[in-house]
Antibody, heavy 125, light 107 residues
Framework: QLQLQESGPGLVKPSETLSLTCTVS??????????WGWIRQPPGKGLEWIAT???????YYNPSLKSRVTISADTSQNHFSLKLSSVTAADTAIYYC?????????????????WGHGTLVTVSS | DIQMTQSPSSLSASVGDRVTITCRAS??????LNWYQQKPGKAPKFLIY???TLQSGVPSRFSGSGSGTDFTLTISSLQPEDFATYYC?????????FGQGTKLDIK
């Protein structure tokens, strides 16, 4: 059964870099047609897609965050990571990792499933 | 970016009720629309893709419809475990955007 688990510091100072890792079990992150992503949710608010990395290492970013975000993968550890630089209080959120599943030959049919449990990151001095 | 707007933002209903949640896209997204359910303190759970195709294991009381810009999620007979927040999400184009959520609670 595919499972994802986020890890990383729960508190980051303003202007510093937020770093999170998502460890995947039950499947290989480099298996063909597997895509992996990060989504965040400020407390009490809605969901925002941040970035996705493909099985081959291609990366995709939300333009609203692109200048500050890097997504990467370590296939030897079967995990992928998120770095968000120059954080402010507005980056305080629960950060989820998830698999982005594509439907066969119809890539526009895609969805996030499963999700990790999420990890709360607070930006504060 | 494609903006997704859900209505209502919150909804009170009783067990056994039929409820409908609406999601509107700011431009046509064909039928590339997903639905998720989120319970307090939990990660979102994927329910439906392609407007109307239920994920395996999702009860048949859930259904989705629509195309273009207007979509609905219907729960035919509410069960206690259905009280949650529901989000729509377009998969038509990047960035993949979500609606703001509809909180369904017990009347």
């Amino acid at each position: 059964q595919l499972q994802l688990q986020e890890s990383g510091p729960g508190l980051v100072k303003p202007s510093e870099t937020l770093s999170l890792t998502c460890t995947v079990s039950g499947d290989s992150i480099s298996f063909s047609n597997n895509y992996w992503g990060w989504i965040r949710q400020p407390p009490g608010k809605g969901l925002e897609w941040i970035a996705t990395i493909s099985y081959s290492g291609s990366t995709y970013y939300n333009p609203s965050l692109k200048s500050r975000v890097t997504i990467s993968a370590d296939t030897s550890q079967n995990h992928f990571s998120l770095k968000l630089s120059s954080v402010t209080a507005a980056d305080t959120a629960i950060y989820y990792c998830a698999r982005r599943k594509l439907l066969g030959g119809s890539p526009q049919y895609n969805w996030f499933d499963p999700w990790g449990h999420g990890t709360l990151v607070t930006v504060s001095s | 970016d494609i903006q997704m707007t859900q209505s209502p933002s919150s909804l009170s209903a009783s067990v056994g009720d039929r409820v409908t949640i609406t999601c509107r896209a700011s431009q046509s997204i064909s039928n590339f629309l997903n639905w998720y359910q989120q319970k307090p303190g939990k990660a979102p759970k994927f329910l439906i893709y392609g407007t109307s195709t239920l994920q395996s294991g999702v009860p048949s009381r859930f259904s989705g419809s629509g195309s273009g810009t207007d979509f609905t999620l219907t729960i035919s007979s509410l069960q206690p475990e259905d009280f949650a927040t529901y989000y729509c999400q377009q998969s038509y184009s990047s960035p993949y955007t979500f609606g703001q959520g509809t909180k369904l609670d017990i009347k």
